[in-house]
Protein backbone atom coordinates (compact mmCIF):
# COMPACT_ATOMS: atom_id res chain seq x y z
CA UNK A 1 0.00 0.00 0.00
CA UNK A 2 2.85 2.38 -0.63
CA UNK A 3 1.64 3.65 -3.66
CA UNK A 4 -1.65 5.32 -1.92
CA UNK A 5 -1.98 8.41 -0.36
CA UNK A 6 -3.91 8.18 2.80
CA UNK A 7 -5.90 10.42 3.48
CA UNK A 8 -6.20 12.79 6.81
CA UNK A 9 -7.83 11.47 9.70
CA UNK A 10 -9.37 15.37 10.39
CA UNK A 11 -10.76 15.01 6.26
CA UNK A 12 -12.18 11.38 7.22
CA UNK A 13 -14.02 12.98 9.62
CA UNK A 14 -15.36 15.81 7.52
CA UNK A 15 -16.68 13.52 5.42
CA UNK A 16 -18.37 11.30 7.52
CA UNK A 17 -16.15 8.43 8.21
CA UNK A 18 -14.61 6.96 10.32
CA UNK A 19 -17.24 8.09 13.09
CA UNK A 20 -20.24 6.84 14.44
CA UNK A 21 -23.63 8.75 15.93
CA UNK A 22 -22.96 10.12 19.07
CA UNK A 23 -23.68 7.91 21.62
CA UNK A 24 -22.13 7.62 25.62
CA UNK A 25 -21.28 3.48 25.54
CA UNK A 26 -19.91 3.64 28.81
CA UNK A 27 -22.95 5.24 30.52
CA UNK A 28 -25.35 2.55 28.79
CA UNK A 29 -22.98 0.06 29.88
CA UNK A 30 -23.22 1.31 33.49
CA UNK A 31 -27.40 1.53 33.03
CA UNK A 32 -27.56 -1.92 31.51
CA UNK A 33 -25.59 -3.35 34.54
CA UNK A 34 -27.51 -1.84 37.41
CA UNK A 35 -31.09 -2.10 36.14
CA UNK A 36 -30.51 -5.67 36.23
CA UNK A 37 -30.06 -6.10 40.00
CA UNK A 38 -32.99 -3.46 41.20
CA UNK A 39 -35.95 -2.07 40.41
CA UNK A 40 -35.99 1.16 41.74
CA UNK A 41 -32.77 2.10 39.66
CA UNK A 42 -35.07 1.17 36.73
CA UNK A 43 -37.79 3.31 37.64
CA UNK A 44 -35.44 6.36 38.25
CA UNK A 45 -34.02 5.84 34.95
CA UNK A 46 -37.26 5.50 33.84
CA UNK A 47 -38.09 9.12 34.49
CA UNK A 48 -34.99 10.69 32.13
CA UNK A 49 -34.53 7.77 29.20
CA UNK A 50 -36.76 5.94 27.12
CA UNK A 51 -35.65 3.00 24.66
CA UNK A 52 -35.08 5.01 21.79
CA UNK A 53 -32.14 7.23 23.56
CA UNK A 54 -30.28 4.02 24.03
CA UNK A 55 -28.13 3.27 21.17
CA UNK A 56 -26.09 -0.18 21.84
CA UNK A 57 -29.26 -2.89 20.25
CA UNK A 58 -27.88 -4.96 23.25
CA UNK A 59 -28.09 -2.68 26.23
CA UNK A 60 -32.05 -1.85 24.73
CA UNK A 61 -33.01 -5.44 24.91
CA UNK A 62 -31.79 -5.78 28.53
CA UNK A 63 -33.55 -2.47 29.05
CA UNK A 64 -37.01 -3.82 27.32
CA UNK A 65 -36.73 -7.13 28.89
CA UNK A 66 -35.84 -5.40 32.75
CA UNK A 67 -38.98 -3.14 32.12
CA UNK A 68 -41.54 -6.20 31.33
CA UNK A 69 -40.01 -7.68 34.16
CA UNK A 70 -40.40 -4.54 36.78
CA UNK A 71 -44.47 -4.31 35.22
CA UNK A 72 -44.91 -8.29 36.45
CA UNK A 73 -43.07 -7.89 39.44
CA UNK A 74 -40.70 -10.37 38.86
CA UNK A 75 -37.88 -10.39 40.87
CA UNK A 76 -34.40 -8.94 39.52
CA UNK A 77 -30.66 -10.64 38.70
CA UNK A 78 -28.75 -11.25 35.38
CA UNK A 79 -29.95 -15.11 35.80
CA UNK A 80 -33.22 -14.18 35.76
CA UNK A 81 -32.99 -11.75 32.70
CA UNK A 82 -31.18 -14.36 30.35
CA UNK A 83 -33.85 -16.89 31.61
CA UNK A 84 -36.07 -14.08 30.08
CA UNK A 85 -33.53 -13.34 26.94
CA UNK A 86 -33.40 -16.70 26.22
CA UNK A 87 -37.42 -17.28 26.04
CA UNK A 88 -37.41 -14.49 23.85
CA UNK A 89 -34.58 -16.61 21.71
CA UNK A 90 -32.45 -13.14 21.62
CA UNK A 91 -29.22 -14.60 23.33
CA UNK A 92 -27.20 -13.56 20.29
CA UNK A 93 -27.68 -9.92 20.61
CA UNK A 94 -25.99 -10.24 24.31
CA UNK A 95 -23.03 -12.55 23.30
CA UNK A 96 -24.90 -15.79 24.43
CA UNK A 97 -25.61 -14.81 27.43
CA UNK A 98 -21.97 -13.67 28.23
CA UNK A 99 -22.42 -10.09 27.90
CA UNK A 100 -25.26 -9.68 30.64
CA UNK A 101 -22.78 -11.86 33.16
CA UNK A 102 -19.76 -8.92 32.45
CA UNK A 103 -22.53 -5.95 32.70
CA UNK A 104 -23.81 -7.57 35.86
CA UNK A 105 -20.59 -7.55 38.02
CA UNK A 106 -19.39 -4.24 36.84
CA UNK A 107 -22.43 -2.83 38.42
CA UNK A 108 -22.50 0.72 40.02
CA UNK A 109 -24.80 1.79 42.57
CA UNK A 110 -28.69 2.55 42.02
CA UNK A 111 -28.49 6.03 43.06
CA UNK A 112 -25.66 7.02 40.67
CA UNK A 113 -28.22 4.97 37.89
CA UNK A 114 -30.04 8.66 37.07
CA UNK A 115 -27.11 10.71 37.02
CA UNK A 116 -25.51 8.49 33.83
CA UNK A 117 -29.46 8.05 32.52
CA UNK A 118 -29.57 11.69 32.15
CA UNK A 119 -25.77 11.40 30.40
CA UNK A 120 -27.22 9.08 28.07
CA UNK A 121 -29.91 11.45 27.49
CA UNK A 122 -28.31 14.38 26.56
CA UNK A 123 -26.23 12.45 23.91
CA UNK A 124 -29.06 10.80 22.09
CA UNK A 125 -30.55 14.73 21.88
CA UNK A 126 -26.79 15.61 20.40
CA UNK A 127 -27.22 12.27 18.04
CA UNK A 128 -30.99 13.30 16.89
CA UNK A 129 -29.57 16.43 16.02
CA UNK A 130 -27.07 14.81 13.91
CA UNK A 131 -29.13 12.61 12.41
CA UNK A 132 -31.37 15.34 11.03
CA UNK A 133 -28.65 17.35 9.46
CA UNK A 134 -27.35 14.24 7.93
CA UNK A 135 -31.31 13.75 7.07
CA UNK A 136 -30.74 17.41 5.62
CA UNK A 137 -27.55 17.15 3.52
CA UNK A 138 -28.70 14.08 2.39
CA UNK A 139 -32.20 16.07 0.95
CA UNK A 140 -29.92 18.57 -1.00
CA UNK A 141 -27.84 16.09 -2.76
CA UNK A 142 -30.94 14.56 -4.27
CA UNK A 143 -32.22 17.84 -5.09
CA UNK A 144 -35.20 19.19 -2.24
CA UNK A 145 -36.84 22.87 -2.79
CA UNK A 146 -36.76 24.83 -0.34
CA UNK A 147 -40.44 24.10 1.08
CA UNK A 148 -39.54 20.13 1.73
CA UNK A 149 -36.42 21.43 3.81
CA UNK A 150 -38.48 24.07 5.71
CA UNK A 151 -41.19 20.85 6.40
CA UNK A 152 -38.31 18.72 7.69
CA UNK A 153 -36.66 21.08 9.65
CA UNK A 154 -40.27 21.83 10.68
CA UNK A 155 -41.45 17.90 11.73
CA UNK A 156 -37.89 17.60 13.91
CA UNK A 157 -38.48 20.91 15.78
CA UNK A 158 -42.04 19.76 16.51
CA UNK A 159 -41.01 16.15 17.45
CA UNK A 160 -38.23 17.27 20.04
CA UNK A 161 -41.02 19.80 21.10
CA UNK A 162 -42.89 16.49 22.21
CA UNK A 163 -40.69 14.60 23.67
CA UNK A 164 -39.95 17.91 26.53
CA UNK A 165 -43.56 18.07 27.02
CA UNK A 166 -44.87 14.49 27.11
CA UNK A 167 -41.66 12.62 27.86
CA UNK A 168 -40.09 11.88 31.19
CA UNK A 169 -39.88 13.24 34.46
CA UNK A 170 -42.29 15.56 36.45
CA UNK A 171 -42.72 17.53 33.15
CA UNK A 172 -44.44 13.40 31.48
CA UNK A 173 -46.79 13.28 34.43
CA UNK A 174 -48.14 16.57 34.95
CA UNK A 175 -48.87 16.77 31.22
CA UNK A 176 -51.91 14.57 31.94
CA UNK A 177 -53.33 17.86 34.11
CA UNK A 178 -56.49 19.49 32.72
CA UNK A 179 -56.29 22.82 31.66
CA UNK A 180 -59.60 24.24 32.64
CA UNK A 181 -60.21 27.21 30.23
CA UNK A 182 -59.20 25.76 26.83
CA UNK A 183 -61.08 22.69 28.14
CA UNK A 184 -63.85 24.14 28.51
CA UNK A 185 -63.63 25.73 25.21
CA UNK A 186 -63.52 22.97 23.52
CA UNK A 187 -67.12 21.46 21.40
CA UNK A 188 -66.56 17.90 22.32
CA UNK A 189 -70.21 17.35 20.71
CA UNK A 190 -69.09 18.48 17.41
CA UNK A 191 -65.92 15.62 16.84
CA UNK A 192 -65.79 14.65 13.42
CA UNK A 193 -66.04 11.20 12.30
CA UNK A 194 -63.74 8.88 10.76
CA UNK A 195 -65.03 7.73 7.35
CA UNK A 196 -67.53 5.50 7.94
CA UNK A 197 -68.77 6.95 11.11
CA UNK A 198 -68.02 4.06 12.97
CA UNK A 199 -65.56 5.80 16.08
CA UNK A 200 -64.07 9.06 16.46
CA UNK A 201 -60.17 10.35 16.33
CA UNK A 202 -58.64 8.02 19.77
CA UNK A 203 -61.86 6.42 20.61
CA UNK A 204 -61.82 2.38 21.18
CA UNK A 205 -64.32 0.26 19.47
CA UNK A 206 -64.49 -3.78 19.36
CA UNK A 207 -66.39 -5.35 16.54
CA UNK A 208 -67.64 -8.52 17.60
CA UNK A 209 -69.28 -11.17 14.74
CA UNK A 210 -70.63 -14.43 14.46
CA UNK A 211 -67.99 -17.10 12.64
CA UNK A 212 -67.77 -16.50 9.11
CA UNK A 213 -70.20 -13.01 9.15
CA UNK A 214 -67.02 -11.61 7.71
CA UNK A 215 -65.91 -9.34 10.08
CA UNK A 216 -62.55 -9.03 8.67
CA UNK A 217 -64.00 -8.32 5.44
CA UNK A 218 -65.99 -5.17 6.57
CA UNK A 219 -62.93 -4.05 8.31
CA UNK A 220 -60.80 -4.15 6.01
CA UNK A 221 -62.33 -2.73 2.93
CA UNK A 222 -63.34 -0.39 5.67
CA UNK A 223 -59.69 0.20 6.70
CA UNK A 224 -58.12 0.67 3.23
CA UNK A 225 -60.91 3.06 2.35
CA UNK A 226 -59.90 5.01 5.28
CA UNK A 227 -56.34 5.00 4.50
CA UNK A 228 -56.65 5.70 1.10
CA UNK A 229 -59.21 9.09 1.62
CA UNK A 230 -62.43 6.92 0.21
CA UNK A 231 -65.99 6.79 1.54
CA UNK A 232 -67.46 4.10 3.38
CA UNK A 233 -71.23 3.29 3.82
CA UNK A 234 -72.29 6.34 2.11
CA UNK A 235 -69.73 8.92 4.27
CA UNK A 236 -68.33 11.95 2.66
CA UNK A 237 -64.59 10.97 1.30
CA UNK A 238 -61.52 12.28 3.20
CA UNK A 239 -58.17 12.78 3.66
CA UNK A 240 -56.40 9.38 3.71
CA UNK A 241 -55.46 8.80 7.21
CA UNK A 242 -52.53 6.34 8.48
CA UNK A 243 -52.88 3.09 9.97
CA UNK A 244 -51.45 0.01 11.02
CA UNK A 245 -53.51 -3.44 10.49
CA UNK A 246 -51.76 -5.83 12.87
CA UNK A 247 -53.23 -9.70 11.78
CA UNK A 248 -53.12 -12.92 13.14
CA UNK A 249 -55.94 -14.77 11.28
CA UNK A 250 -55.44 -14.56 7.44
CA UNK A 251 -52.94 -15.77 5.21
CA UNK A 252 -50.78 -14.17 2.19
CA UNK A 253 -53.60 -15.75 -0.30
CA UNK A 254 -56.47 -14.03 0.98
CA UNK A 255 -55.23 -10.33 1.98
CA UNK A 256 -53.98 -10.58 -1.44
CA UNK A 257 -57.16 -11.62 -3.07
CA UNK A 258 -59.13 -9.26 -1.05
CA UNK A 259 -57.51 -6.64 -1.15
CA UNK A 260 -57.87 -6.68 -5.06
CA UNK A 261 -61.57 -7.71 -5.02
CA UNK A 262 -61.65 -4.15 -3.43
CA UNK A 263 -59.65 -2.25 -6.07
CA UNK A 264 -55.94 -2.59 -4.37
CA UNK A 265 -52.77 -3.20 -5.11
CA UNK A 266 -49.57 -1.74 -6.06
CA UNK A 267 -49.95 1.65 -5.66
CA UNK A 268 -53.31 1.74 -4.55
CA UNK A 269 -52.86 1.21 -0.70
CA UNK A 270 -52.52 4.53 0.65
CA UNK A 271 -50.95 5.23 3.70
CA UNK A 272 -52.00 1.70 5.38
CA UNK A 273 -49.67 -0.52 6.50
CA UNK A 274 -50.12 -4.25 7.09
CA UNK A 275 -48.24 -6.49 9.73
CA UNK A 276 -48.98 -10.23 8.82
CA UNK A 277 -47.90 -12.38 11.79
CA UNK A 278 -46.29 -10.05 13.65
CA UNK A 279 -43.77 -11.90 16.25
CA UNK A 280 -44.73 -9.50 18.88
CA UNK A 281 -45.02 -10.52 22.38
CA UNK A 282 -48.99 -11.04 24.30
CA UNK A 283 -50.54 -7.70 24.54
CA UNK A 284 -51.54 -8.09 27.96
CA UNK A 285 -48.00 -7.94 29.07
CA UNK A 286 -45.53 -4.98 29.43
CA UNK A 287 -43.38 -6.17 26.54
CA UNK A 288 -46.43 -6.59 24.38
CA UNK A 289 -47.19 -3.22 24.69
CA UNK A 290 -43.73 -1.51 23.83
CA UNK A 291 -43.57 -3.67 20.99
CA UNK A 292 -47.22 -2.37 19.50
CA UNK A 293 -46.35 0.99 20.20
CA UNK A 294 -42.92 0.65 18.45
CA UNK A 295 -44.76 -0.55 15.12
CA UNK A 296 -47.45 2.71 15.32
CA UNK A 297 -44.04 4.83 15.87
CA UNK A 298 -42.84 3.33 12.73
CA UNK A 299 -45.73 3.60 10.92
CA UNK A 300 -46.76 6.81 12.19
CA UNK A 301 -50.12 5.65 12.61
CA UNK A 302 -52.92 6.89 13.70
CA UNK A 303 -55.33 3.97 13.73
CA UNK A 304 -54.59 0.51 14.89
CA UNK A 305 -56.65 -2.51 14.20
CA UNK A 306 -56.17 -6.31 16.19
CA UNK A 307 -57.66 -8.86 13.67
CA UNK A 308 -58.72 -10.95 16.24
CA UNK A 309 -57.92 -9.65 19.40
CA UNK A 310 -57.95 -13.32 21.28
CA UNK A 311 -54.58 -13.76 19.31
CA UNK A 312 -53.07 -11.24 20.73
CA UNK A 313 -53.30 -12.30 24.51
CA UNK A 314 -51.84 -15.03 26.58
CA UNK A 315 -53.77 -14.75 29.68
CA UNK A 316 -57.38 -17.01 29.35
CA UNK A 317 -60.03 -15.03 27.51
CA UNK A 318 -62.82 -15.60 30.61
CA UNK A 319 -60.21 -14.00 33.08
CA UNK A 320 -61.35 -10.33 33.73
CA UNK A 321 -57.28 -9.64 34.66
CA UNK A 322 -56.32 -10.71 31.52
CA UNK A 323 -58.39 -7.72 29.59
CA UNK A 324 -57.54 -5.39 32.51
CA UNK A 325 -53.85 -5.88 32.01
CA UNK A 326 -54.46 -5.75 28.06
CA UNK A 327 -55.74 -2.01 28.62
CA UNK A 328 -53.14 -1.32 30.89
CA UNK A 329 -49.87 -2.41 28.84
CA UNK A 330 -51.92 -1.33 25.36
CA UNK A 331 -55.05 -0.14 24.89
CA UNK A 332 -54.06 2.83 27.75
CA UNK A 333 -50.96 4.19 25.80
CA UNK A 334 -52.90 4.11 22.56
CA UNK A 335 -55.82 6.27 24.12
CA UNK A 336 -52.79 8.24 25.97
CA UNK A 337 -51.37 9.03 22.54
CA UNK A 338 -54.48 10.07 20.63
CA UNK A 339 -54.66 7.06 18.91
CA UNK A 340 -57.93 5.54 17.78
CA UNK A 341 -57.81 1.11 17.73
CA UNK A 342 -60.38 -0.93 16.28
CA UNK A 343 -60.26 -4.58 17.74
CA UNK A 344 -62.16 -7.84 16.13
CA UNK A 345 -63.51 -10.18 18.32
CA UNK A 346 -65.64 -13.42 18.00
CA UNK A 347 -69.29 -14.07 19.54
CA UNK A 348 -69.83 -16.16 22.34
CA UNK A 349 -71.67 -19.52 21.84
CA UNK A 350 -74.97 -17.83 23.30
CA UNK A 351 -75.04 -14.86 20.59
CA UNK A 352 -77.32 -12.39 22.49
CA UNK A 353 -74.56 -11.85 25.49
CA UNK A 354 -72.31 -10.72 22.78
CA UNK A 355 -68.60 -11.50 22.65
CA UNK A 356 -67.19 -14.54 24.59
CA UNK A 357 -65.43 -14.59 27.10
CA UNK A 358 -64.85 -11.90 30.51
CA UNK A 359 -67.78 -9.24 30.79
CA UNK A 360 -64.53 -7.05 31.71
CA UNK A 361 -63.75 -6.85 27.32
CA UNK A 362 -66.65 -3.90 27.46
CA UNK A 363 -65.60 -2.07 30.26
CA UNK A 364 -62.61 -0.20 28.13
CA UNK A 365 -63.75 0.16 24.85
CA UNK A 366 -66.15 3.67 23.86
CA UNK A 367 -68.58 1.25 21.40
CA UNK A 368 -69.30 -2.21 20.76
CA UNK A 369 -70.51 -2.70 17.16
CA UNK A 370 -72.20 -6.41 16.80
CA UNK A 371 -72.14 -7.40 12.96
CA UNK A 372 -74.78 -10.59 11.84
CA UNK A 373 -75.83 -11.64 8.86
CA UNK A 374 -78.85 -12.13 7.53
CA UNK A 375 -78.50 -13.83 4.45
CA UNK A 376 -78.88 -13.27 1.12
CA UNK A 377 -75.16 -10.37 0.96
CA UNK A 378 -77.37 -8.76 4.12
CA UNK A 379 -75.51 -7.77 7.35
CA UNK A 380 -76.50 -5.53 10.28
CA UNK A 381 -73.85 -3.84 12.17
CA UNK A 382 -75.54 -2.53 15.11
CA UNK A 383 -74.12 -0.86 18.24
CA UNK A 384 -74.79 -2.37 21.63
CA UNK A 385 -72.61 -0.51 24.33
CA UNK A 386 -71.70 3.49 23.59
CA UNK A 387 -69.91 5.35 26.15
CA UNK A 388 -70.20 8.62 24.33
CA UNK A 389 -73.08 8.05 22.01
CA UNK A 390 -71.60 9.95 18.60
CA UNK A 391 -72.68 8.50 15.75
CA UNK A 392 -75.53 6.46 14.07
CA UNK A 393 -76.16 3.60 16.12
CA UNK A 394 -76.89 1.07 13.37
CA UNK A 395 -76.01 -0.21 9.91
CA UNK A 396 -77.82 -2.13 7.67
CA UNK A 397 -75.84 -3.27 4.65
CA UNK A 398 -75.39 -5.66 1.69
CA UNK A 399 -72.01 -6.76 0.26
CA UNK A 400 -71.76 -7.04 -3.00
CA UNK A 401 -69.37 -8.98 -5.40
CA UNK A 402 -68.86 -10.31 -9.17
CA UNK A 403 -66.60 -13.80 -9.46
CA UNK A 404 -64.66 -14.46 -12.35
CA UNK A 405 -64.66 -18.36 -12.17
CA UNK A 406 -63.01 -19.27 -9.30
CA UNK A 407 -61.95 -15.37 -8.29
CA UNK A 408 -63.33 -12.09 -7.46
CA UNK A 409 -62.98 -9.92 -9.91
CA UNK A 410 -60.64 -6.52 -8.51
CA UNK A 411 -62.65 -3.63 -7.86
CA UNK A 412 -65.99 -5.31 -7.68
CA UNK A 413 -66.57 -6.23 -4.00
CA UNK A 414 -67.90 -3.72 -1.64
CA UNK A 415 -70.56 -2.68 1.34
CA UNK A 416 -73.05 -0.45 0.61
CA UNK A 417 -75.53 0.59 2.94
CA UNK A 418 -79.31 -1.01 2.47
CA UNK A 419 -81.56 1.00 -0.02
CA UNK A 420 -84.72 -0.21 0.14
CA UNK A 421 -86.13 2.48 -2.15
CA UNK A 422 -84.39 1.76 -5.10
CA UNK A 423 -82.97 -2.54 -4.14
CA UNK A 424 -83.20 -2.87 -7.57
CA UNK A 425 -80.39 -0.60 -8.74
CA UNK A 426 -77.92 -2.32 -6.23
CA UNK A 427 -78.20 -5.47 -6.56
CA UNK A 428 -77.91 -8.18 -9.38
CA UNK A 429 -80.95 -9.33 -10.98
CA UNK A 430 -82.45 -12.12 -10.56
CA UNK A 431 -81.17 -12.33 -7.41
CA UNK A 432 -82.28 -13.28 -4.03
CA UNK A 433 -81.94 -9.53 -2.91
CA UNK A 434 -83.15 -8.43 -6.31
CA UNK A 435 -86.10 -10.69 -6.07
CA UNK A 436 -87.29 -9.65 -2.12
CA UNK A 437 -86.98 -5.43 -3.86
CA UNK A 438 -89.59 -7.02 -6.02
CA UNK A 439 -91.74 -8.36 -3.38
CA UNK A 440 -91.39 -5.55 -1.42
CA UNK A 441 -92.02 -3.31 -4.39
CA UNK A 442 -95.90 -5.74 -4.33
CA UNK A 443 -96.73 -4.31 -1.30
CA UNK A 444 -96.25 -7.22 0.52
CA UNK A 445 -95.33 -7.23 4.15
CA UNK A 446 -92.17 -8.59 5.76
CA UNK A 447 -94.02 -11.56 7.12
CA UNK A 448 -95.81 -12.56 4.17
CA UNK A 449 -95.73 -16.70 3.14
CA UNK A 450 -94.01 -18.58 0.43
CA UNK A 451 -97.99 -19.39 -1.16
CA UNK A 452 -99.22 -15.60 -0.94
CA UNK A 453 -95.47 -14.72 -2.09
CA UNK A 454 -95.81 -17.07 -4.91
CA UNK A 455 -98.97 -16.29 -6.01
CA UNK A 456 -98.27 -12.14 -5.85
CA UNK A 457 -95.28 -13.11 -8.20
CA UNK A 458 -97.53 -14.54 -10.45
CA UNK A 459 -100.28 -12.09 -10.77
CA UNK A 460 -97.12 -9.53 -11.01
CA UNK A 461 -95.52 -11.84 -13.90
CA UNK A 462 -92.49 -11.68 -12.15
CA UNK A 463 -91.06 -15.36 -12.64
CA UNK A 464 -88.32 -16.96 -10.17
CA UNK A 465 -87.14 -19.87 -9.28
CA UNK A 466 -89.19 -21.62 -6.43
CA UNK A 467 -85.63 -22.03 -4.06
CA UNK A 468 -84.86 -18.36 -4.74
CA UNK A 469 -88.63 -17.17 -3.79
CA UNK A 470 -88.15 -19.31 -0.56
CA UNK A 471 -84.74 -17.81 0.17
CA UNK A 472 -86.27 -13.95 -0.16
CA UNK A 473 -89.33 -15.19 1.97
CA UNK A 474 -87.09 -16.07 4.86
CA UNK A 475 -84.71 -13.19 4.54
CA UNK A 476 -87.82 -11.13 3.86
CA UNK A 477 -88.82 -12.17 7.73
CA UNK A 478 -85.77 -12.13 9.32
CA UNK A 479 -85.82 -8.25 8.57
CA UNK A 480 -88.24 -8.23 11.99
CA UNK A 481 -85.50 -9.65 14.31
CA UNK A 482 -82.90 -6.97 12.49
CA UNK A 483 -83.07 -4.84 9.64
CA UNK A 484 -86.47 -3.78 9.02
CA UNK A 485 -87.64 -0.39 9.12
CA UNK A 486 -90.02 -1.46 11.80
CA UNK A 487 -88.00 -4.18 13.91
CA UNK A 488 -84.62 -1.93 13.14
CA UNK A 489 -85.95 2.02 13.62
CA UNK A 490 -82.30 2.93 14.51
CA UNK A 491 -80.87 2.72 11.15
CA UNK A 492 -83.38 4.83 9.82
CA UNK A 493 -83.65 7.59 12.17
CA UNK A 494 -84.90 10.38 9.08
CA UNK A 495 -87.77 8.45 9.45
CA UNK A 496 -88.70 8.56 13.66
CA UNK A 497 -90.40 12.05 13.87
CA UNK A 498 -89.41 14.37 16.50
CA UNK A 499 -86.62 14.51 18.82
CA UNK A 500 -85.64 12.22 21.81
CA UNK A 501 -86.62 13.77 25.24
CA UNK A 502 -84.49 12.71 27.89
CA UNK A 503 -85.22 9.91 29.93
CA UNK A 504 -86.53 8.23 26.34
CA UNK A 505 -84.96 5.30 25.27
CA UNK A 506 -81.85 5.63 23.30
CA UNK A 507 -82.56 3.11 20.84
CA UNK A 508 -79.54 0.82 21.60
CA UNK A 509 -81.74 -1.47 23.69
CA UNK A 510 -81.93 -4.71 21.70
CA UNK A 511 -86.33 -5.04 20.80
CA UNK A 512 -88.35 -7.25 22.60
CA UNK A 513 -89.88 -9.70 20.30
CA UNK A 514 -93.37 -11.65 21.49
CA UNK A 515 -93.89 -14.26 19.14
CA UNK A 516 -97.79 -16.02 19.64
CA UNK A 517 -98.73 -18.81 17.89
CA UNK A 518 -100.43 -17.43 14.54
CA UNK A 519 -99.45 -13.95 15.10
CA UNK A 520 -96.01 -12.21 12.87
CA UNK A 521 -92.68 -11.51 14.07
CA UNK A 522 -93.48 -8.61 14.68
CA UNK A 523 -91.34 -6.57 17.74
CA UNK A 524 -93.57 -5.38 21.06
CA UNK A 525 -94.58 -2.08 20.46
CA UNK A 526 -94.50 -2.16 17.32
CA UNK A 527 -97.71 -1.44 14.82
CA UNK A 528 -98.22 -4.82 12.60
CA UNK A 529 -97.53 -4.67 9.03
CA UNK A 530 -100.42 -2.87 6.93
CA UNK A 531 -102.01 -5.92 4.58
CA UNK A 532 -101.49 -6.02 1.11
CA UNK A 533 -104.47 -5.08 -1.21
CA UNK A 534 -106.19 -7.73 -3.03
CA UNK A 535 -104.09 -9.62 -5.76
CA UNK A 536 -105.82 -9.03 -8.86
CA UNK A 537 -104.82 -11.99 -10.91
CA UNK A 538 -108.24 -14.02 -10.19
CA UNK A 539 -109.90 -16.70 -12.33
CA UNK A 540 -113.13 -14.69 -12.24
CA UNK A 541 -114.36 -11.18 -12.96
CA UNK A 542 -113.29 -9.02 -9.60
CA UNK A 543 -115.10 -5.80 -8.63
CA UNK A 544 -113.31 -2.63 -8.00
CA UNK A 545 -112.51 -2.52 -4.55
CA UNK A 546 -114.06 -0.49 -1.70
CA UNK A 547 -112.38 2.42 -0.99
CA UNK A 548 -112.79 2.63 2.92
CA UNK A 549 -111.54 -0.35 3.97
CA UNK A 550 -107.80 -2.22 3.65
CA UNK A 551 -109.14 -6.06 4.15
CA UNK A 552 -108.26 -7.99 1.31
CA UNK A 553 -111.92 -8.31 -0.62
CA UNK A 554 -112.93 -12.19 -2.78
CA UNK A 555 -112.47 -10.94 -6.62
CA UNK A 556 -115.79 -11.90 -7.40
CA UNK A 557 -118.67 -10.98 -4.07
CA UNK A 558 -116.24 -8.06 -2.94
CA UNK A 559 -116.71 -8.98 0.67
CA UNK A 560 -113.89 -9.21 3.20
CA UNK A 561 -111.81 -12.65 3.04
CA UNK A 562 -111.21 -14.07 6.21
CA UNK A 563 -109.52 -17.23 7.88
CA UNK A 564 -106.98 -19.25 5.81
CA UNK A 565 -108.54 -18.24 2.73
CA UNK A 566 -106.76 -14.44 3.62
CA UNK A 567 -103.83 -15.75 5.15
CA UNK A 568 -102.50 -17.79 2.24
CA UNK A 569 -103.36 -15.12 -0.46
CA UNK A 570 -106.14 -16.58 -1.49
CA UNK A 571 -108.19 -13.76 -3.64
CA UNK A 572 -111.97 -15.25 -3.98
CA UNK A 573 -113.96 -16.83 -0.80
CA UNK A 574 -114.11 -20.69 -0.43
CA UNK A 575 -117.94 -20.27 -1.97
CA UNK A 576 -116.83 -18.22 -4.61
CA UNK A 577 -113.70 -20.41 -5.87
CA UNK A 578 -114.53 -22.00 -9.67
CA UNK A 579 -112.99 -25.44 -8.09
CA UNK A 580 -114.60 -25.86 -4.72
CA UNK A 581 -117.96 -23.14 -4.64
CA UNK A 582 -120.45 -22.10 -7.22
CA UNK A 583 -118.36 -19.14 -8.66
CA UNK A 584 -121.25 -16.60 -9.66
CA UNK A 585 -120.61 -14.04 -12.39
CA UNK A 586 -121.75 -11.14 -10.73
CA UNK A 587 -121.79 -10.65 -6.65
CA UNK A 588 -125.92 -11.29 -6.97
CA UNK A 589 -125.69 -14.39 -4.62
CA UNK A 590 -126.54 -14.57 -1.20
CA UNK A 591 -123.63 -16.33 0.50
CA UNK A 592 -123.97 -17.61 4.23
CA UNK A 593 -121.24 -15.58 6.27
CA UNK A 594 -117.69 -16.31 5.39
CA UNK A 595 -116.66 -17.73 8.53
CA UNK A 596 -119.17 -20.19 8.71
CA UNK A 597 -117.94 -21.18 4.62
CA UNK A 598 -114.28 -21.22 5.77
CA UNK A 599 -114.66 -22.99 8.56
CA UNK A 600 -116.41 -25.66 6.85
Not at 104 to 111: Q, V, W
Not at 426 to 444: A, H, K, N, R, Y
Request: aromatic share 6%; with cysteine.
Amino acid sequence: MDNVRHMPRDQADQDGLNRTSPHDAEAENYVGGVIMHSRTAYLECAHVLDRDDIYQPAIRLIWDVVGGMVAEQKQLHPITVRVEVEKQKQLRLVDEGRLLERLGAETISPTMAQAFAERIADVAKIRRHDEHANEVKNRIRLGATAEELDKLDTDHRQYEERRATTGHGPSHLTAAFIDWNPFFATDFGRVALLPGRLLAPGQQITIVGEGKAGKSLVVQEWMWRMATGQSFLGDRPQAAIPLLYVDAENGHQDIQERFLSYGGGPGHMGLMTYASFPPIRPLDTAGGGADLMAMVKEAEAQVVCLDTVSRFISGPENDADTWLSLYRHTLLPLKRAGIASVRLDHMGKDGERGARGSSAKTQDVDHVWELRAQGGGTLVLKRTHTRTGIGPDAFVMVRQSQKDGDRYRPGCTRHVLMDYDRPQETVEEGSVEWLMGQIDGLGLPNDAGNPRTKAALAGAGIKAAKAKIEAAVRNRKNRDNLGSRDGFPEAFPEEVPGERSPGTSNGLQKPQVNHSPGTSGEPTGTPPSPPSPPLREGKGEGSPAAGATSEPLCTVCTTPLHGYRKDRGYDTCLGCDPETGSHPDTPAHTHAPHDQRDSA
